[in-house]
Nanobody, 126 residues
Framework: QVQLVESGGGSVQAGGSLRLSCAVS????????MGWFRQALGKEREGVAA???????DYADSVKGRFTISKDNGKNTLYLQMNGLLPEDSGMYYC????????????????????WGKGTLVTISS
């Protein structure tokens, strides 16, 4: 079991940057596929970025070149650096973890994950 707590959300203007963090606690000795998801009001949840146990990363086409996912295993923290933010990036951002390799759970393409945080809100104004 792991617990995930997101932070770093906020309101910024288009073109700005935010860095989201996800603190991982509980069974941190196990390895997980980690991912970021988002859900805009009235829309389905979508996978944004993922990082596998070996550090391999994957991104949704809509954020490639603008977002960077990373993790600090020593701090048990997952990050999402978001640059060049657009109004359509607004939504609730969720951190998630899965016992499987990302190759199998495929979070960026909507795969389900074993553990979820409660989310942090990102609002981008034009």
């Amino acid at each position: 079991q792991v617990q995930l707590v997101e932070s770093g959300g906020g309101s910024v203007q288009a073109g700005g940057s935010l860095r989201l963090s996800c603190a991982v606690s509980g069974d941190t000795d196990s390895s997980y596929c980690m991912g970021w998801f988002r859900q805009a009001l009235g829309k389905e949840r979508e996978g944004v970025a993922a990082i596998d146990i070996d550090g391999t990363t994957d991104y949704a086409d809509s954020v490639k070149g603008r977002f960077t996912i990373s993790k600090d295993n020593g701090k048990n923290t997952l990050y999402l650096q978001m640059n060049g933010l657009l109004p359509e990036d607004s939504g609730m951002y969720y951190c998630a973890a899965d016992h499987s390799l990302c190759y199998y759970s495929d979070p960026v393409r909507g795969g389900d994950m074993d553990y979820w945080g409660k989310g942090t809100l990102v609002t981008i104004s034009s």
